[in-house]
Protein backbone atom coordinates (compact mmCIF):
# COMPACT_ATOMS: atom_id res chain seq x y z
CA UNK A 1 0.00 0.00 0.00
CA UNK A 2 1.05 3.33 -0.87
CA UNK A 3 0.85 6.18 1.63
CA UNK A 4 1.68 10.21 1.16
CA UNK A 5 3.46 11.77 4.17
CA UNK A 6 2.97 15.52 4.41
CA UNK A 7 5.51 17.64 6.28
CA UNK A 8 4.22 21.36 7.16
CA UNK A 9 5.79 24.35 9.32
CA UNK A 10 8.57 26.83 9.44
CA UNK A 11 11.89 25.80 7.90
CA UNK A 12 14.47 24.84 10.17
CA UNK A 13 17.83 22.10 9.90
CA UNK A 14 17.39 18.73 9.97
CA UNK A 15 13.49 18.48 8.84
CA UNK A 16 13.79 15.88 6.03
CA UNK A 17 16.47 13.84 7.98
CA UNK A 18 14.33 13.63 11.23
CA UNK A 19 11.27 12.61 9.13
CA UNK A 20 13.41 9.86 6.50
CA UNK A 21 15.32 8.42 9.74
CA UNK A 22 11.97 7.81 11.07
CA UNK A 23 10.50 6.45 8.20
CA UNK A 24 13.85 4.06 8.25
CA UNK A 25 13.53 2.54 11.24
CA UNK A 26 10.65 1.64 10.49
CA UNK A 27 11.25 0.00 7.43
CA UNK A 28 9.37 2.44 5.04
CA UNK A 29 10.59 2.85 1.45
CA UNK A 30 10.45 6.33 -0.10
CA UNK A 31 9.28 6.31 -3.60
CA UNK A 32 9.23 10.45 -4.10
CA UNK A 33 9.85 13.34 -2.37
CA UNK A 34 9.23 17.32 -3.49
CA UNK A 35 10.09 19.74 -1.31
CA UNK A 36 9.68 23.61 -1.00
CA UNK A 37 10.01 26.95 1.06
CA UNK A 38 7.52 29.41 0.46
CA UNK A 39 7.99 32.42 2.54
CA UNK A 40 9.88 30.55 5.01
CA UNK A 41 7.17 28.21 5.29
CA UNK A 42 8.31 24.27 4.64
CA UNK A 43 6.34 22.45 2.87
CA UNK A 44 7.60 19.00 1.91
CA UNK A 45 5.62 15.57 0.32
CA UNK A 46 6.33 12.15 0.35
CA UNK A 47 4.93 9.33 -1.45
CA UNK A 48 6.33 6.05 0.66
CA UNK A 49 5.30 2.60 0.32
CA UNK A 50 4.25 0.54 3.50
CA UNK A 51 4.12 -2.73 2.09
CA UNK A 52 7.23 -3.67 4.02
CA UNK A 53 6.17 -1.66 7.08
CA UNK A 54 7.06 -2.41 10.05
CA UNK A 55 3.75 -0.85 12.03
CA UNK A 56 0.60 -0.04 10.63
CA UNK A 57 -0.44 2.87 9.00
CA UNK A 58 -2.52 3.89 12.10
CA UNK A 59 0.57 3.84 14.35
CA UNK A 60 2.70 5.34 12.42
CA UNK A 61 1.08 8.19 12.23
CA UNK A 62 0.77 8.22 15.73
CA UNK A 63 4.97 8.55 15.54
CA UNK A 64 4.92 10.98 12.97
CA UNK A 65 2.38 13.45 15.07
CA UNK A 66 4.92 12.99 17.93
CA UNK A 67 7.83 13.69 15.76
CA UNK A 68 6.24 16.73 14.68
CA UNK A 69 5.60 18.01 18.29
CA UNK A 70 9.31 17.39 18.45
CA UNK A 71 10.37 19.41 15.32
CA UNK A 72 7.53 22.23 15.00
CA UNK A 73 6.12 20.72 11.98
CA UNK A 74 2.53 19.26 11.22
CA UNK A 75 3.29 15.90 10.10
CA UNK A 76 0.92 13.50 8.19
CA UNK A 77 0.59 9.84 7.37
CA UNK A 78 -2.62 9.24 4.99
CA UNK A 79 -3.28 6.70 2.35
CA UNK A 80 -2.66 7.29 -1.19
CA UNK A 81 -6.34 6.76 -2.20
CA UNK A 82 -7.65 9.49 -0.88
CA UNK A 83 -5.75 11.75 -2.60
CA UNK A 84 -6.37 9.43 -5.67
CA UNK A 85 -10.01 9.22 -5.69
CA UNK A 86 -10.12 13.53 -5.53
CA UNK A 87 -7.38 14.37 -8.13
CA UNK A 88 -7.65 10.98 -10.62
CA UNK A 89 -10.74 9.94 -12.60
CA UNK B 1 2.11 9.85 -10.32
CA UNK B 2 -0.07 12.79 -7.96
CA UNK B 3 1.86 15.90 -7.47
CA UNK B 4 2.72 18.14 -4.75
CA UNK B 5 0.18 20.61 -5.95
CA UNK B 6 -2.43 18.71 -5.70
CA UNK B 7 -1.56 17.23 -2.26
CA UNK B 8 -1.20 20.13 -0.75
CA UNK B 9 -4.82 21.17 -1.78
CA UNK B 10 -6.46 17.86 -0.28
CA UNK B 11 -4.88 18.82 2.73
CA UNK B 12 -5.58 22.28 2.42
CA UNK B 13 -9.50 21.53 1.98
CA UNK B 14 -8.90 19.48 5.28
CA UNK B 15 -7.31 22.34 7.02
CA UNK B 16 -8.89 25.08 6.31
CA UNK B 17 -11.87 24.46 4.90
CA UNK B 18 -13.42 22.55 7.20
CA UNK B 19 -14.10 19.33 4.72
CA UNK B 20 -15.26 16.25 6.38
CA UNK B 21 -17.14 12.78 5.92
CA UNK B 22 -20.26 14.47 8.10
CA UNK B 23 -21.77 11.17 8.81
CA UNK B 24 -21.57 7.21 8.22
CA UNK B 25 -25.15 6.11 8.98
CA UNK B 26 -26.13 2.60 9.42
CA UNK B 27 -29.52 1.50 8.88
CA UNK B 28 -30.76 -1.01 9.90
CA UNK B 29 -34.50 -2.89 9.71
CA UNK B 30 -36.39 -3.47 12.34
CA UNK B 31 -39.16 -5.36 10.63
CA UNK B 32 -37.95 -8.66 12.59
CA UNK B 33 -38.06 -7.04 15.94
CA UNK B 34 -42.03 -7.13 15.68
CA UNK B 35 -42.96 -8.76 18.59
CA UNK B 36 -46.97 -8.80 20.83
CA UNK B 37 -45.33 -8.61 23.69
CA UNK B 38 -43.51 -4.55 23.60
CA UNK B 39 -40.87 -5.95 26.45
CA UNK B 40 -39.95 -8.50 24.14
CA UNK B 41 -39.87 -6.35 20.99
CA UNK B 42 -37.76 -3.85 23.11
CA UNK B 43 -35.26 -6.67 23.95
CA UNK B 44 -34.94 -7.68 20.25
CA UNK B 45 -35.05 -3.94 19.04
CA UNK B 46 -31.99 -3.16 21.69
CA UNK B 47 -30.10 -6.52 20.66
CA UNK B 48 -30.45 -6.01 16.71
CA UNK B 49 -29.15 -2.57 17.18
CA UNK B 50 -26.04 -3.51 19.14
CA UNK B 51 -25.55 -6.39 16.97
CA UNK B 52 -25.54 -4.81 14.34
CA UNK B 53 -23.34 -1.55 14.58
CA UNK B 54 -20.71 -2.92 17.66
CA UNK B 55 -18.10 -1.79 15.23
CA UNK B 56 -19.36 1.44 13.65
CA UNK B 57 -17.89 3.58 15.36
CA UNK B 58 -14.55 1.95 15.48
CA UNK B 59 -14.51 1.42 12.00
CA UNK B 60 -15.26 5.07 11.91
CA UNK B 61 -12.69 5.94 14.27
CA UNK B 62 -10.21 3.71 11.76
CA UNK B 63 -10.51 5.02 8.32
CA UNK B 64 -10.71 8.57 10.04
CA UNK B 65 -6.73 7.64 11.36
CA UNK B 66 -5.71 5.93 8.46
CA UNK B 67 -7.09 8.67 5.62
CA UNK B 68 -6.86 11.64 7.88
CA UNK B 69 -10.26 12.78 7.05
CA UNK B 70 -12.50 14.05 9.51
CA UNK B 71 -15.44 11.50 10.20
CA UNK B 72 -17.94 13.50 12.80
CA UNK B 73 -20.79 11.54 13.24
CA UNK B 74 -21.28 7.97 12.96
CA UNK B 75 -24.91 7.20 13.25
CA UNK B 76 -27.54 4.74 13.15
CA UNK B 77 -31.48 4.73 11.26
CA UNK B 78 -34.02 2.25 11.96
CA UNK B 79 -37.35 1.65 10.71
CA UNK B 80 -39.60 3.83 10.90
CA UNK B 81 -40.56 2.88 14.40
CA UNK B 82 -44.54 2.46 14.31
CA UNK B 83 -44.28 0.14 11.61
CA UNK B 84 -42.73 -2.24 13.97
CA UNK B 85 -44.29 -1.30 17.30
CA UNK B 86 -47.60 -1.83 15.71
CA UNK B 87 -47.73 -5.49 16.54
CA UNK B 88 -47.37 -5.05 20.33
CA UNK B 89 -50.33 -5.11 22.24
CA UNK B 90 -49.57 -1.46 24.05
CA UNK B 91 -50.53 1.98 24.03
CA UNK B 92 -47.13 3.31 24.93
CA UNK B 93 -44.66 3.76 22.74
CA UNK B 94 -42.21 5.13 24.65
CA UNK B 95 -40.40 2.32 25.74
CA UNK B 96 -39.56 2.02 22.15
CA UNK B 97 -37.90 5.18 22.18
CA UNK B 98 -35.95 3.92 25.13
CA UNK B 99 -34.65 0.89 23.41
CA UNK B 100 -33.14 3.12 20.45
CA UNK B 101 -31.80 5.51 23.22
CA UNK B 102 -30.21 2.69 25.09
CA UNK B 103 -28.25 0.77 22.10
CA UNK B 104 -27.01 3.94 20.41
CA UNK B 105 -25.41 4.48 23.83
CA UNK B 106 -24.01 1.25 24.01
CA UNK B 107 -22.99 1.73 20.29
CA UNK B 108 -21.43 4.88 21.76
CA UNK B 109 -23.11 6.64 18.43
CA UNK B 110 -24.55 10.40 19.02
CA UNK B 111 -27.53 9.66 17.47
CA UNK B 112 -30.10 7.21 16.15
CA UNK B 113 -32.94 8.13 13.93
CA UNK B 114 -36.02 6.29 12.93
CA UNK B 115 -38.72 7.15 15.74
CA UNK B 116 -40.80 7.60 12.65
CA UNK B 117 -44.34 7.58 11.44
CA UNK B 118 -45.29 7.44 7.35
CA UNK B 119 -48.94 9.29 7.66
CA UNK B 120 -48.76 10.73 3.93
CA UNK B 121 -52.17 9.23 3.08
CA UNK B 122 -53.97 8.37 6.30
CA UNK B 123 -52.97 7.07 10.00
CA UNK B 124 -53.06 3.79 11.30
CA UNK B 125 -53.60 3.26 15.36
CA UNK B 126 -50.03 3.04 15.85
CA UNK B 127 -48.80 5.81 14.01
CA UNK B 128 -51.23 8.17 16.08
CA UNK B 129 -49.83 6.53 19.25
CA UNK B 130 -46.05 7.14 18.01
CA UNK B 131 -47.65 10.84 17.27
CA UNK B 132 -48.92 11.31 19.94
CA UNK B 133 -45.90 9.76 22.60
CA UNK B 134 -43.51 12.23 20.40
CA UNK B 135 -43.31 14.71 23.25
CA UNK B 136 -42.45 12.31 25.87
CA UNK B 137 -40.07 10.07 23.89
CA UNK B 138 -37.85 12.81 22.41
CA UNK B 139 -37.98 14.54 25.75
CA UNK B 140 -37.18 11.30 27.63
CA UNK B 141 -34.56 10.24 25.99
CA UNK B 142 -31.11 11.91 24.75
CA UNK B 143 -29.88 10.30 21.23
CA UNK B 144 -33.64 9.24 19.64
CA UNK B 145 -34.67 11.24 16.70
CA UNK B 146 -37.72 11.30 15.38
CA UNK B 147 -39.69 12.38 12.32
CA UNK B 148 -42.88 12.28 10.62
CA UNK B 149 -44.06 12.44 6.67
CA UNK B 150 -47.15 14.00 6.40
CA UNK B 151 -47.52 14.49 2.67
CA UNK B 152 -46.37 13.05 -0.48
CA UNK B 153 -46.18 14.21 -4.46
CA UNK B 154 -48.41 10.98 -4.73
CA UNK B 155 -50.82 11.03 -1.94
CA UNK B 156 -51.55 14.79 -0.80
CA UNK B 157 -51.04 15.95 2.41
CA UNK B 158 -52.51 14.83 5.36
CA UNK B 159 -54.30 17.63 7.40
CA UNK B 160 -55.06 15.83 10.26
CA UNK B 161 -51.46 14.43 11.01
CA UNK B 162 -50.57 18.28 10.31
CA UNK B 163 -52.97 19.78 12.97
CA UNK B 164 -51.67 17.09 15.36
CA UNK B 165 -47.90 17.94 14.88
CA UNK B 166 -48.52 21.62 15.66
CA UNK B 167 -49.31 20.96 19.22
CA UNK B 168 -46.76 17.77 19.18
CA UNK B 169 -44.11 20.63 18.52
CA UNK B 170 -45.58 22.71 21.03
CA UNK B 171 -45.53 19.83 23.58
CA UNK B 172 -41.81 18.79 23.29
CA UNK B 173 -40.92 22.34 23.06
CA UNK B 174 -42.66 22.98 26.65
CA UNK B 175 -41.03 19.36 28.12
CA UNK B 176 -37.36 20.88 27.13
CA UNK B 177 -38.33 24.61 28.30
CA UNK B 178 -34.95 24.60 30.13
CA UNK B 179 -32.91 23.72 26.88
CA UNK B 180 -35.03 26.81 25.05
CA UNK B 181 -37.33 24.23 23.40
CA UNK B 182 -34.07 21.73 22.41
CA UNK B 183 -36.11 18.73 22.23
CA UNK B 184 -37.76 20.23 18.89
CA UNK B 185 -34.84 19.92 17.16
CA UNK B 186 -34.63 16.23 17.06
CA UNK B 187 -38.01 16.22 15.71
CA UNK B 188 -38.69 16.60 11.31
CA UNK B 189 -42.12 16.96 9.69
CA UNK B 190 -41.52 15.90 5.95
CA UNK B 191 -43.15 16.20 3.17
CA UNK B 192 -42.31 13.58 0.12
CA UNK B 193 -39.51 12.40 2.87
CA UNK B 194 -36.05 10.22 0.92
CA UNK B 195 -35.55 6.44 2.45
CA UNK B 196 -31.90 6.54 2.83
CA UNK B 197 -31.65 9.96 4.05
CA UNK B 198 -28.06 9.15 6.19
CA UNK B 199 -28.57 13.07 7.87
CA UNK B 200 -30.26 13.85 11.28
CA UNK B 201 -32.47 14.06 12.34
CA UNK B 202 -34.34 12.83 9.36
CA UNK B 203 -33.20 10.07 9.05
CA UNK B 204 -34.76 6.82 8.79
CA UNK B 205 -34.38 3.26 7.49
CA UNK B 206 -36.91 2.94 4.87
CA UNK B 207 -39.33 0.16 4.46
CA UNK B 208 -38.29 -0.81 1.14
CA UNK B 209 -34.56 -0.66 2.12
CA UNK B 210 -32.37 -4.03 2.75
CA UNK B 211 -31.96 -5.54 6.03
CA UNK B 212 -28.86 -3.61 6.80
CA UNK B 213 -27.10 -0.43 4.79
CA UNK B 214 -24.18 1.92 4.86
CA UNK B 215 -25.18 5.72 3.91
CA UNK B 216 -22.60 8.48 3.76
CA UNK B 217 -23.03 11.70 4.41
CA UNK B 218 -20.73 14.39 2.61
CA UNK B 219 -20.30 17.65 3.50
CA UNK B 220 -17.83 21.19 2.51
CA UNK B 221 -19.83 24.24 2.27
CA UNK B 222 -15.96 25.52 2.93
CA UNK B 223 -14.05 24.02 0.37
CA UNK B 224 -17.41 25.50 -2.30
CA UNK B 225 -16.89 28.87 -0.67
CA UNK B 226 -12.93 28.73 -1.30
CA UNK B 227 -13.54 27.57 -4.97
CA UNK B 228 -15.91 30.43 -6.11
CA UNK B 229 -13.52 32.98 -4.46
CA UNK B 230 -11.61 32.04 -7.55
CA UNK B 231 -14.56 33.09 -10.09
CA UNK B 232 -14.94 36.71 -8.71
CA UNK B 233 -17.17 38.65 -11.33
CA UNK B 234 -17.28 36.34 -13.74
CA UNK B 235 -20.60 34.73 -15.79
CA UNK B 236 -23.14 32.20 -13.97
CA UNK B 237 -21.96 29.43 -16.39
CA UNK B 238 -18.36 29.88 -15.36
CA UNK B 239 -19.53 29.98 -11.42
CA UNK B 240 -21.62 26.69 -11.75
CA UNK B 241 -19.15 24.78 -13.38
CA UNK B 242 -16.91 25.48 -10.38
CA UNK B 243 -18.77 24.55 -8.05
CA UNK B 244 -19.70 21.58 -10.10
CA UNK B 245 -15.37 20.50 -10.26
CA UNK B 246 -15.55 20.88 -6.27
CA UNK B 247 -18.63 18.88 -5.34
CA UNK B 248 -17.32 16.13 -7.92
CA UNK B 249 -14.24 16.25 -5.88
CA UNK B 250 -15.62 16.23 -2.70
CA UNK B 251 -18.38 13.12 -3.88
CA UNK B 252 -15.21 11.09 -4.66
CA UNK B 253 -14.08 11.20 -1.22
CA UNK B 254 -17.22 10.06 -0.09
CA UNK B 255 -17.65 7.57 -2.23
CA UNK B 256 -13.93 6.10 -1.24
CA UNK B 257 -14.78 6.27 2.49
CA UNK B 258 -18.59 4.86 1.81
CA UNK B 259 -16.96 2.13 0.01
CA UNK B 260 -14.26 1.65 2.54
CA UNK B 261 -16.78 1.45 5.74
CA UNK B 262 -19.64 -0.63 3.57
CA UNK B 263 -16.38 -3.32 3.30
CA UNK B 264 -15.05 -3.11 6.56
CA UNK B 265 -18.81 -3.44 8.21
CA UNK B 266 -19.41 -5.96 5.89
CA UNK B 267 -22.58 -4.04 5.11
CA UNK B 268 -23.75 -3.26 1.67
CA UNK B 269 -22.81 0.52 0.36
CA UNK B 270 -26.06 2.14 -0.67
CA UNK B 271 -25.78 5.75 -1.30
CA UNK B 272 -23.54 8.82 -1.06
CA UNK B 273 -25.52 11.82 0.58
CA UNK B 274 -23.34 14.89 -1.08
CA UNK B 275 -24.68 17.80 1.02
CA UNK B 276 -23.55 21.37 2.05
CA UNK B 277 -24.65 20.70 5.56
CA UNK B 278 -22.86 23.80 7.37
CA UNK B 279 -22.20 24.47 11.21
CA UNK B 280 -21.88 27.17 13.31
CA UNK B 281 -17.95 27.42 12.88
CA UNK B 282 -16.61 30.15 10.67
CA UNK B 283 -15.87 28.95 7.23
CA UNK B 284 -18.40 26.54 7.31
CA UNK B 285 -21.82 28.60 5.74
CA UNK B 286 -23.67 28.08 3.21
CA UNK B 287 -25.49 31.90 3.46
CA UNK B 288 -21.43 32.50 3.09
CA UNK B 289 -21.18 30.61 -0.49
CA UNK B 290 -24.56 33.15 -1.54
CA UNK B 291 -22.85 36.10 -0.20
CA UNK B 292 -19.95 35.13 -1.80
CA UNK B 293 -21.78 34.81 -4.85
CA UNK B 294 -22.53 38.64 -5.13
CA UNK B 295 -25.24 39.18 -2.19
CA UNK B 296 -24.35 41.61 0.38
CA UNK B 297 -26.45 39.39 2.76
CA UNK B 298 -28.10 36.09 2.44
CA UNK B 299 -31.71 36.91 2.14
CA UNK B 300 -31.73 40.19 0.11
CA UNK B 301 -33.14 39.69 -3.66
CA UNK B 302 -31.48 37.26 -5.35
CA UNK B 303 -30.60 34.82 -2.16
CA UNK B 304 -33.59 32.60 -4.14
CA UNK B 305 -31.61 32.32 -7.43
CA UNK B 306 -27.98 31.97 -6.12
CA UNK B 307 -29.53 29.20 -3.75
CA UNK B 308 -31.32 27.17 -7.30
CA UNK B 309 -27.37 27.15 -9.19
CA UNK B 310 -26.00 25.84 -5.93
CA UNK B 311 -28.00 23.15 -5.21
CA UNK B 312 -28.31 22.15 -8.74
CA UNK B 313 -24.43 22.31 -9.15
CA UNK B 314 -23.71 20.78 -6.29
CA UNK B 315 -26.33 17.59 -7.56
CA UNK B 316 -24.62 17.37 -10.87
CA UNK B 317 -21.48 17.53 -9.87
CA UNK B 318 -21.88 14.87 -7.29
CA UNK B 319 -23.83 12.48 -9.40
CA UNK B 320 -21.04 11.66 -11.80
CA UNK B 321 -18.81 11.12 -9.07
CA UNK B 322 -20.45 8.20 -6.98
CA UNK B 323 -21.99 5.20 -8.01
CA UNK B 324 -25.23 5.87 -6.40
CA UNK B 325 -25.68 9.55 -5.14
CA UNK B 326 -28.90 9.59 -2.90
CA UNK B 327 -30.47 11.08 0.16
CA UNK B 328 -31.47 14.58 -0.05
CA UNK B 329 -28.40 15.98 -1.84
CA UNK B 330 -27.90 19.22 -1.92
CA UNK B 331 -27.49 22.71 -0.29
CA UNK B 332 -29.11 22.90 3.51
CA UNK B 333 -29.80 25.64 5.11
CA UNK B 334 -30.51 25.36 8.67
CA UNK B 335 -30.70 28.91 10.41
CA UNK B 336 -29.18 27.88 13.95
CA UNK B 337 -26.43 25.78 12.14
CA UNK B 338 -25.10 28.42 9.94
CA UNK B 339 -23.30 31.34 11.35
CA UNK B 340 -24.01 33.27 7.95
CA UNK B 341 -27.76 32.36 8.06
CA UNK B 342 -27.76 33.28 11.93
CA UNK B 343 -26.17 36.93 11.37
CA UNK B 344 -28.44 37.41 8.03
CA UNK B 345 -31.70 36.63 10.41
CA UNK B 346 -30.21 38.77 13.49
CA UNK B 347 -30.29 42.03 10.90
CA UNK B 348 -33.66 41.24 9.62
CA UNK B 349 -32.67 40.88 6.57
CA UNK B 350 -33.38 37.18 6.30
CA UNK B 351 -36.98 36.54 7.51
CA UNK B 352 -39.24 33.09 7.99
CA UNK B 353 -41.15 34.12 4.16
CA UNK B 354 -37.77 34.48 2.65
CA UNK B 355 -36.30 31.31 4.01
CA UNK B 356 -39.98 29.54 3.07
CA UNK B 357 -38.95 30.85 -0.64
CA UNK B 358 -35.46 29.59 -0.84
CA UNK B 359 -37.17 26.20 0.16
CA UNK B 360 -38.45 25.98 -3.10
CA UNK B 361 -35.03 25.01 -4.36
CA UNK B 362 -32.77 24.51 -1.71
CA UNK B 363 -32.60 20.35 -0.59
CA UNK B 364 -35.05 20.24 2.22
CA UNK B 365 -37.15 22.93 3.96
CA UNK B 366 -37.43 25.09 7.04
CA UNK B 367 -34.42 23.90 9.21
CA UNK B 368 -33.59 24.89 12.69
CA UNK B 369 -35.83 28.08 12.58
CA UNK B 370 -36.76 29.17 16.22
CA UNK B 371 -40.37 31.16 16.57
CA UNK B 372 -41.89 32.98 19.81
CA UNK B 373 -42.50 30.56 22.52
CA UNK B 374 -46.09 31.70 22.12
CA UNK B 375 -46.66 31.05 18.79
CA UNK B 376 -50.20 29.18 18.31
CA UNK B 377 -49.99 25.25 17.40
CA UNK B 378 -52.35 26.17 14.68
CA UNK B 379 -49.69 28.87 13.45
CA UNK B 380 -47.31 25.57 13.54
CA UNK B 381 -49.64 23.49 11.66
CA UNK B 382 -50.15 26.15 8.99
CA UNK B 383 -46.52 26.41 8.55
CA UNK B 384 -46.44 22.57 8.06
CA UNK B 385 -49.09 23.00 5.57
CA UNK B 386 -47.27 25.71 3.70
CA UNK B 387 -44.32 23.83 3.52
CA UNK B 388 -45.63 20.48 2.68
CA UNK B 389 -47.42 21.85 -0.17
CA UNK B 390 -44.50 23.20 -1.67
CA UNK B 391 -42.93 19.63 -1.77
CA UNK B 392 -45.93 18.08 -2.95
CA UNK B 393 -46.20 20.57 -5.92
CA UNK B 394 -43.09 20.31 -6.93
CA UNK B 395 -41.88 16.68 -6.18
CA UNK B 396 -39.45 17.45 -4.15
CA UNK B 397 -38.47 16.88 0.08
CA UNK B 398 -39.59 19.58 2.15
CA UNK B 399 -39.33 19.37 6.10
CA UNK B 400 -40.31 21.81 8.61
CA UNK B 401 -37.88 21.66 11.86
CA UNK B 402 -39.77 24.52 13.92
CA UNK B 403 -38.28 25.57 17.50
CA UNK B 404 -41.03 27.51 19.26
CA UNK B 405 -38.60 28.50 22.13
CA UNK B 406 -40.75 28.93 25.16
CA UNK B 407 -41.06 32.01 27.24
CA UNK B 408 -38.48 33.73 24.62
CA UNK B 409 -40.02 36.33 21.76
CA UNK B 410 -38.46 38.13 19.08
CA UNK B 411 -35.52 40.10 19.92
CA UNK B 412 -34.25 37.01 21.85
CA UNK B 413 -31.99 34.14 21.09
CA UNK B 414 -31.45 30.62 21.76
CA UNK B 415 -28.53 28.50 22.69
CA UNK B 416 -28.54 25.12 21.52
CA UNK B 417 -24.71 24.38 21.72
CA UNK B 418 -22.48 22.19 19.74
CA UNK B 419 -23.77 21.54 15.80
CA UNK B 420 -26.91 22.73 16.68
CA UNK B 421 -25.51 26.30 16.88
CA UNK B 422 -27.74 29.11 18.29
CA UNK B 423 -30.89 30.93 16.38
CA UNK B 424 -32.27 34.49 16.85
CA UNK B 425 -36.25 34.18 17.46
CA UNK B 426 -37.68 35.12 14.19
CA UNK B 427 -41.06 36.60 13.89
CA UNK B 428 -44.31 34.64 12.84
CA UNK B 429 -47.63 36.60 11.42
CA UNK B 430 -49.78 37.26 13.82
CA UNK B 431 -52.79 36.85 11.99
CA UNK B 432 -54.66 33.40 12.45
CA UNK B 433 -54.70 30.23 10.93
CA UNK B 434 -56.79 28.56 13.44
CA UNK B 435 -59.71 28.16 11.18
CA UNK B 436 -57.80 26.87 8.25
CA UNK B 437 -56.33 24.30 10.41
CA UNK B 438 -59.61 23.08 12.32
CA UNK B 439 -61.07 21.67 8.86
CA UNK B 440 -59.12 18.46 8.96
CA UNK B 441 -59.28 16.00 6.54
CA UNK B 442 -56.56 15.67 3.08
CA UNK B 443 -55.57 18.17 1.09
CA UNK B 444 -55.65 15.60 -2.52
CA UNK B 445 -53.15 14.91 -4.28
CA UNK B 446 -52.17 17.43 -7.52
CA UNK B 447 -52.69 16.48 -10.89
CA UNK B 448 -48.98 15.79 -11.57
CA UNK B 449 -49.35 12.57 -9.23
CA UNK B 450 -51.01 11.08 -12.04
CA UNK B 451 -48.25 9.85 -13.83
CA UNK B 452 -49.32 6.51 -15.02
Known amino acids: MKAIVSVLGKDRVGITAAVCTKLAENNINILDISQTIMDGNFSMVMIVDMDKASVSIKEMSGVLEDLGKEIGQTIRIQREDIFDAMHRI | MLNQKE ?60 FGIPIVNKRISVTPMALVAAASNTENYVPFAKAMDEAAKTCGVNFIGGYSALVQKGMTRADELLIRSLPEALASTERVCGSVNVGSTKAGINMDAVKLLGHTVKDLAARTAESGGAGCSKLVIFCNAVEDNPFMAGAFHGAGEAEKVINVGVSGPGVVHSAIKQVKGQPFD ?51 ILEEMGLETCGTHGTTAALALLNDAVKKGGVMASSSVGGLSGAFIPVSEDEGM ?111
Open chain 2, 342 to 452: IAAAESGVLTLDKLEAMTCVCSVGLDMIAVPGDTPASTISAIIADEAAIGMINSKTTAVRLIPAPGKGVGDAVEFGGLFGSAPIMPVHPESSEEFIARGGRIPAPIQSLKN
Open chain 2, 7 to 66: ILSTLQMIDQQHLDIRTITMGISLFSCAEVDPAKACRKIYDKICRYAQNLVQVGEDIESE
Open chain 2, 238 to 288: VLAETIKRTAFRVTRMGQLVAQEAASRLDTPFGIVDLSLAPTPAVGDSVAR
